[in-house]
């Protein structure tokens, strides 16, 4: 076999090594962003507004409504039920819950707002407008994030499975497996229905996934690093929340002990 001689390697290597480095950094960029390696797409998004929001609020759940926000803290002895203005962040009605309970998700279906506990294995649920509390209900689960379709409550439970409650009963009527093209996706946690699809924060991500609930098919992902300086990073906890206007289309975000609540428009890869 012919010897290769210096120059000739030097050359092929010239000639084919800044290929094999695009092909390296490509695949660094692959694994880098969520969502990118399975063929799902990827939204990243544009910062529209920012709000204030408290500091010491545990964020569980996150709902807008009839221009204010609706907000569902955690931590023993700290849990709460709010009503706050949005411009403002300042808190305008507030329940909270007894010390022995950790608040969860929640949601508002018809005239009545319905919040979970972690591990309890009991919800409640408060008349909207007094919060006065009208009912208590139990479920098998822990309770991690709450939402609804019109017909159906949607619950996660920290795992890879979405729980359908009849919204009267609150009985379970169904379950739904969540997956990428790389398997089940755990560690579901907020949800907010938007526009047939369910949106769902991945605890101790950036990520949001876009659930179709006809399938438990993760369709998209949302990439929303970068939404805080490190600084502000650095004394908050993970992003959870997520609140979506009906009426006219805007999205919010937020997260837990986050100084901001940040209202963002999705960019659609390519």
């Known amino acids: 076999m012919r010897e290769l001689s210096q120059a000739t390697v030097v050359n092929w290597l010239i000639d084919h090594g800044i290929r094999i480095l695009v092909i390296v950094a490509v695949g660094v960029l692959v694994a880098?962003?969520?969502?990118c390696s399975d063929g799902i797409p990827v939204y990243t998004y544009n910062i529209t507004s920012i709000y204030p929001h408290?500091?010491?609020?545990?964020?569980?759940g996150l709902v807008f409504e009839d221009g204010v926000l609706y907000e569902g803290t955690g931590l023993y002895?700290?849990?709460?039920?709010?009503?706050?203005?949005?411009?403002?962040?300042?808190i305008l009605q507030i329940r909270?819950?007894?010390a022995q309970f950790f608040g969860e998700g929640i949601t508002i279906y018809e005239n009545k707002i319905i919040q979970l506990t972690w591990?309890?294995?009991?919800?409640?649920?408060?008349?909207?407008?007094?919060f006065e509390l009208l009912q208590e209900f139990n479920y098998s689960t822990e309770g991690w994030g709450i939402t609804h379709d019109g017909e159906r409550l949607i619950m996660s439970d920290g795992t890879a499975t979405?729980?359908?409650?009849?919204?009267?009963?609150?009985?379970?009527?169904?379950?739904?497996?969540?997956?990428?093209?790389?398997?089940?996706?755990?560690?579901?946690?907020?949800?907010?229905?938007?526009?047939?699809?369910?949106?769902?924060n991945v605890w101790q991500t950036d990520r949001i996934a876009i659930i179709a609930p006809e399938t438990g098919q993760v369709?998209?992902?949302?990439?929303?690093?970068?939404?805080?300086?490190?600084?502000?990073?650095?004394?908050?906890?993970?992003?959870?929340?997520?609140?979506?206007d009906a009426e006219t289309g805007r999205l919010f975000v937020t997260g837990k002990?986050?100084?901001?609540?940040?209202?963002?428009r999705l960019i659609s890869p390519g």
């Not at 009527?173 to 369910?198: A, F, H, M």
């Open 32 to 35: 880098l962003v969520p969502g």
């Open 54 to 60: 408290d500091r010491d609020a545990f964020t569980q």
């Open 77 to 90: 002895g700290n849990s709460t039920l709010r009503r706050v203005e949005l411009e403002t962040g300042d």
């Open 96 to 98: 909270e819950l007894s």
């Open 119 to 130: 591990q309890s294995n009991i919800g409640f649920v408060y008349d909207k407008n007094s």
């Open 162 to 200: 979405l729980h359908f409650l009849d919204p009267q009963t609150f009985k379970e009527i169904g379950q739904l497996s969540i997956r990428d093209d790389d398997g089940p996706v755990d560690q579901l946690n907020e949800l907010e229905y938007v526009q047939g699809e369910i949106y769902a």
């Open 219 to 244: 369709v998209g992902w949302i990439d929303l690093r970068g939404l805080l300086t490190a600084e502000e990073r650095s004394q908050s906890d993970v992003l959870n929340g997520i609140a979506y």
């Open 257 to 264: 002990l986050w100084p901001k609540l940040f209202e963002i």
